[in-house]
Nanobody
Framework: QLYLVESGGGSVQAGGSLRLSCACT??????????LGWFRQSPGKEREGVAL???????TYANYVKGRFTISRDNVKNGLYLEMHDLKPEDSFMYYC???????????????????WGQGTAVTVSS
């Protein structure tokens, strides 16, 4: 079993920064077994991809966060992070971390490619 727990959300003004973290617990809590990602969602809307980082460190970003957000991982500490800079009001979402254990193929930044999810942490950006 793998349980993911996000932290670091909060309220900031436009132009500000936040750093989200995602820790894991459970018998399968070994991050180097997974591709990892961040997604976000507003109530009543579909979850959208933000960024992913593969086991070998390759990253993929959604166009709407490129140049502002950075995803990283620490396989020793079982940590996943999302550095968010120059935040905009349209970045206000619930943010979720996710893990993908189908490691024989490269993942896409889509919800269906990830099979383990955290409960989310809220980010609110005010203008």
């Amino acid at each position: 079993q793998l349980y993911l727990v996000e932290s670091g959300g909060g309220s900031v003004q436009a132009g500000g920064s936040l750093r989200l973290s995602c820790a894991c617990t459970g018998s399968d809590c070994t991050y180097n077994h997974y591709n990892l990602g961040w997604f976000r969602q507003s109530p009543g809307k579909e979850r959208e991809g933000v960024a992913l980082i593969e086991r070998d460190g390759r990253t993929t970003y959604a166009n709407y966060v490129k140049g502002r957000f950075t995803i990283s991982r620490d396989n020793v500490k079982n940590g996943l992070y999302l550095e968010m800079h120059d935040l905009k009001p349209e970045d206000s979402f619930m943010y979720y971390c996710a893990a993908d254990d189908l490691i024989w193929r490269r993942p896409k930044l889509i919800e269906s490619d990830f099979n383990w999810w955290g409960q989310g942490t809220a980010v609110t950006v005010s203008s």
